[in-house]
């Protein structure tokens, strides 16, 4: 099988997948990020916040 008809036109799912895949890649970290982010937060303790007398 040539590489030339591996590449062809295959009917539109893959240029679907060569945008897809990126934005679901930056989706993913966006989300581990957010999570880890979520997770630190949690863990400060309450003396960060301001104290009101």
Known sequence: MPVA???AHQGGW????M???PLLM???V???A???ANARLA???A???PETS
């Open 34 to 36: 957010n999570r880890r």
């Open 5 to 7: 008809e591996t590449l």
């Open 14 to 17: 893959d240029e679907i997948l």
């Open 19 to 21: 945008v897809a895949g």
């Open 30 to 32: 966006l989300y581990l």
């Open 26 to 28: 930056f989706a993913a």
């Open 43 to 45: 863990q400060e303790p």
């Open 47 to 49: 003396a960060s916040a």
